[in-house]
């Protein structure tokens, strides 16, 4: 599936970087042939509260328009991801997936991620491994 909207969210302090990750987004988008529309959403520094808030009104406002809503926490760090996760838990929105680079080890290895062996690294998707378990 190819996103029609990303949205970053991003701490204050790092809020200069979501430009860079942005372009990032928008040139590997449009290698495999598409351009989503890209916002940046902008929490205080280690809110989880603001943070859970801003996510879950984004996915809200989403999936009301009929949109399949995704998390990506991979680069997110932990009071922003833990925010997010609590609030969309608790709101009981329907996200579909929520998407973790899961890696072996990073001892020894390039970084940063492009350069990191792909077979140290695996894409896990926690709703659906949630969905596994019994």
């Known amino acids: ?36 529309a890209i916002g940046t959403e902008v929490v205080p520094e280690a809110d989880f509260v603001r943070a859970g808030q801003t996510i879950r009104s984004l996915a809200n406002d989403l999936i009301g328009q009929g949109f399949r809503v995704a998390i990506d926490i991979t680069s997110g760090r932990k009071v922003t991801v833990a925010g997010a996760l609590i609030a969309v838990s608790l709101a009981g929105l329907d996200l579909r997936h929520i998407y973790y680079l899961a890696m072996k080890t990073t001892d020894d290895v390039a970084k940063p991620y492009m350069m990191i062996p792909h077979q140290l690294q695996r894409i896990r998707d926690i709703m659906e491994d949630a969905r596994a378990r019994p």
């Open 1 to 36: 599936m190819r996103p029609q909207r990303v949205s970053i969210v991003t701490e204050e302090p790092y809020a200069m970087s979501a430009s860079t990750a942005a372009e990032a987004i928008r040139i590997i988008s449009e290698g495999y042939g598409f351009i989503p």
